[in-house]
């Protein structure tokens, strides 16, 4: 039995998220459907975390268990040509026994985006349109406090599955190129909707509805109603997975 990381890049808006569940159409069963389609077999997909539905990936990371020798350029184009446009497989390589998706996985980068002027229907898939352009600065230096080991109870949704909210950002920057404005962040890991919150958050300080120390009063307190809103999930993608 050899182990395999696969590498996926997709378009959430069509998809439940990643998990398999039975109310919706995921990303992990069309990978494994795909697999038997082309294999001619049940393979397990484990992932390197849960997608919310409609969050998007430029690189999602899983691995699968096969007696089959997988030639890469091979198993590429053959899965690929089976899977839909949303959904393409970009990376195959070996890994060890003890490699595990989720539990070898280091940390994670995200990035949420906003554009702002004229509506733009090709951009509404992708980004949050915003009626002016918010205060940068502010936001940026909310985005500071954010970084560092922290309890991040208050950025998280009350549908979180675990106890330990305390997490390590090392990056949480607000960048502009053009009319788009992103939130880049990176961090061991995240809650449930922890990033759609810390970008809400970071939205409302721009805006000057919350001051630029909020965050630090939500750690202390853990208390939800001090942050920003949930911002809708078809802005956010997965941008780097780290091992």
């Known amino acids: 039995m050899s182990r395999y990381l696969l590498k996926l890049s997709y378009d959430g808006t069509a998809y439940h998220g990643w998990q398999i569940q039975p109310n919706g159409i995921t990303v992990q069963q069309v990978i494994c459907d795909s697999l038997k389609k082309m294999l001619g077999d049940d393979i397990p997909v484990t992932g390197c975390s849960r997608t919310d539905a409609g969050v998007h990936a430029r690189e999602f990371c899983c691995h699968i268990d096969t007696k089959l020798d997988l030639p890469k350029n091979a198993f590429l184009k053959g899965l690929n040509s089976v899977l839909p446009d949303d959904i393409k497989v970009t990376d195959c390589k070996a890994v060890s026994d003890d490699f595990h998706a989720r539990y070898s996985c280091k940390g994670k980068r995200y990035s949420y985006c906003f554009y702002f002027g004229k509506p733009d229907p090709f951009a509404e898939r992708y980004?949050?349109?915003l009626e002016k352009k918010p205060d940068l600065t502010l936001m940026n230096k909310f985005c500071k406090t954010i970084i560092g080991k922290h309890d991040f109870y208050a950025f998280s949704s009350s549908k979180r599955t675990v106890t330990d909210t305390v997490r390590t950002v090392t990056e949480c920057d607000i960048i502009?190129?053009?009319d788009k404005i992103y939130l880049k962040i990176a961090a061991d890991g995240f809650l449930y909707n922890m990033v759609r919150i810390i970008a809400g958050t970071a939205l409302a300080v721009g805006e000057g509805r919350l001051p630029c120390d909020?965050?630090?009063?939500?750690?202390?307190?853990?208390?939800?109603?001090?942050?920003?809103?949930?911002?809708?999930?078809?802005?956010?993608?997965?941008e780097e997975v780290f091992y």
């Open 176 to 178: 502009e190129k053009g």
């Open 214 to 238: 909020c965050a630090i009063k939500m750690f202390e307190s853990k208390d939800r109603a001090l942050g920003g809103e949930t911002l809708p999930a078809k802005a956010l993608f997965l």
């Open 127 to 129: 980004a949050l349109r």
